[in-house]
């Protein structure tokens, strides 16, 4: 994944049901704008971007690559809410703020951003599809710098988790965002490679023929079984494993949260990730902090 340096970054993970106030406030801190009609999931968005490109300037093309588990279902909830058991109209900005797009909207306005301004879900690996998309538009001349992050709230979320909190982990709202630039000068680190893998047999072939260096850290996605993780932990042979949903909890967006903290934590280190879908896809991003 040559180009994909990392700029900036930040790493939200908050408890859930947070007062939006609180989080209108923390946003103030980095910005003059004023969110009056922003909800929880667009106000999470907004805090960790801001925070991701706080006292830096970006290019006016930047573009803006939400990524999301879950979207606005907390509005969404309370709009079906006021439809089907208030029998009355939503309000107007409720009902536009339904669509999960519109936090990635409000981002590039707030940033005074004129490049793409694109939502991606893909169930359990929307943060790495999103790379994916971004290193084709870096690699066909279509961005010069990019905003890519994830987003998701604890609420609803967390009733949408099934088997993969069976470990206990906490719910957290998440918010994590990189600053991304093709070109090295200035950067704190880089995506290397973002492999998938239509099966765990094609992921555990290439981990047996992977050379190079010997690994750092290596961690999981929420549906990484226990059996499996200390399978691929013995094929690996890390020097440690960052568990950073044990440490940061887990929220749909807990892959982009997870790297912004290893970003944050481990200068001069590197990182392999990997994760899965129900579907038995499997993703392994790498990634180095200078």
Known sequence: MRGM??????AYTGEPNVDVEWLKAEISRYTRVNFRRG??????????????????????????????EHGNLGETAAVLDEIYTARSLPKPYGFINTMSGTAAFYLAQTLGSRGRNITVSSQHLSFER?????????????????????VDEASLSGENTGQENHRGWRMADGSGWFYVKPEREGACGSFIANRSFRDAPSCIDWIRKRGGPPLDLLSFGALVGEDEAAAL??????????????????????????????MGHFQGR???????????????????RY
Request: glycine share 12%.
């Open 5 to 10: 340096y990392i700029h900036s970054f930040s």
């Open 39 to 68: 909800n929880r999931f667009i106000l999470l968005a907004l805090l960790g971007a801001c925070q991701c490109i706080h006292e830096r300037s970006i290019e006016a093309d930047t573009g803006v690559y939400l990524t999301t």
């Open 130 to 150: 999103g790379l994916e998309l971004l290193k084709l538009d870096f690699a066909g001349g279509a961005e010069r710098s990019a905003l890519i992050g994830g």
């Open 233 to 262: 932990k013995a094929a690996l042979r890390p020097a440690a494993v960052f568990d950073y949903l044990r440490d940061g909890g887990y929220s749909g967006s807990a892959t982009a949260c997870g790297v912004g903290r290893f």
């Open 270 to 288: 590197s990182l392999l990730h990997i994760n899965r879908d129900r579907r038995g896809n499997y993703a392994v991003l790498e990634v180095e």
